[in-house]
């Protein structure tokens, strides 16, 4: 995602100082300069930002300290420290959307594994840690008492099982000068077996008064935090039609990539323009689009060799978009395709074909 940031920022002209502890990253190559370093290494990212006119991230799991320093020393950082010191947190996530009257699912705090049995009336739960889950690790369902005993050991979330929610996505930005902006929602279909998103769907598939929620709900939730900066929020859509947050991402996110070519304004333009308090663009979509996630075949590790992509990009309205990793495992995102035609459904069934084509094998 930092590649791509820097790709649409390029075209205005800025210089972009990055910071990653891969030292073959693929933002690496493009960058005006590039620091190997631990993104928690307090000393490497303060200095780093010191060299900045305005610092900002593509992943939660930075110095939040050395981002106060810069900030307390006249260093633009969106989004905020204290924002993302509270995102990195699921349980004072939920907590914020508790005490600020915004819908989400029942939900438990506890301490360790032990705790668990004294929420027994909650099952079946999503297990979540509390710090350091990502891209589908430190989540684990408890369906019964008997799945207790392979928890987590730590610090978690119960969240109450939402059963036959259909999972949906809306991107949401705000300047320093508090103008909002939402994107249209995403529907999103997880692979099963990594917890990731195999492919998503815009315009989602719900109706206009779902539709006006889910961005309603973004917005509000965007202007109680006061961030800056682009804000991806997940949500459930009940059977009963309650449309309830799950989690939320304070930056570009895996259900905007479509957004390059399928909006007038990407999100990764959306989140330049925020946190340089420029005029947030359009974010109207231009067709209809569908996004599948390229991610390691089972069974292949080592150099990626990406299989079919020649095959796919045959066809009209076929977009590839290679992050340039050299090393590919199991499940670990290696690019995109976003897909456009003329309706959702086309899209999709696009899509699925393409997805069928290319595979990432070693």
Not at 244 to 249: D, F, P, S, T
Not at 288 to 306: F, S
């Amino acid at each position: 995602m930092g590649r791509m940031f820097i790709q649409n920022g390029l075209n205005y002209g800025i210089e972009f100082f990055v910071l990653d502890p891969d030292p073959n990253a693929p933002c690496s190559a493009i960058a005006n300069k590039f620091v190997c370093a631990d993104r928690n290494d307090e000393e490497a990212v303060y200095a780093l930002g010191k060299e900045c006119d305005v610092v900002t991230i593509e992943i939660e799991n930075v110095s939040i300290e050395a981002l106060k320093r810069l900030r307390d020393e006249g260093v633009t950082v969106y989004p905020q420290p204290e924002i993302l010191e509270m995102i990195r947190d699921k349980g004072v996530q939920k907590q914020f959307y508790l005490d600020n009257g915004l819908p989400t699912a029942d939900f438990a705090l506890v301490e360790s594994k032990s705790e668990i049995e004294a929420h027994k009336d909650l099952l079946p739960v999503m297990q979540k840690m509390r710090v350091g889950g990502y891209d589908g690790k430190g989540v684990t369902p408890i369906k019964d008492v008997g799945d207790i005993a392979t928890a987590f050991d730590a610090p978690s979330v119960l969240e109450s099982w939402v059963p036959n929610a259909l999972e949906i996505a809306v991107l949401v930005s705000r300047n320093p000068d508090g103008d909002v902006k939402s994107f249209p929602v995403v529907e999103l279909v997880f692979n099963p077996e990594a917890n990731l998103v195999d492919y998503l769907v815009s315009p989602a598939r719900v109706s206009i008064e779902i539709e006006a929620k889910a961005r309603e709900i973004s917005e509000s939730l965007i202007r109680k935090m006061e961030m800056v900066g682009l804000l991806a929020v997940e949500m459930f859509v009940t059977e009963a039609g309650e449309v309830l947050i799950n989690e939320m991402a304070p930056r570009p996110h895996n259900s905007g990539h479509h957004t390059i070519e399928a909006c007038f304004t990407s999100q990764y333009d959306q989140h330049l323009r925020s946190i340089m308090n420029w005029p947030l663009g359009s974010t109207v979509l231009r067709c209809a689009a569908a996004m599948i996630n390229l991610l390691g075949e089972k069974g292949y590790e080592g150099k990626a060799i990406y299989q079919g992509l020649e095959n796919a990009i045959g066809e009209t309205g076929v977009f590839p978009h290679i992050y340039g990793k050299e090393m590919t495992k199991p499940y670990r995102k290696m690019g995109h395709v976003t897909v456009l035609d003329n309706t959702t459904d086309d899209a999709l069934i696009k899509a699925q074909r393409t997805q069928e084509l290319i595979k990432v094998i070693a």
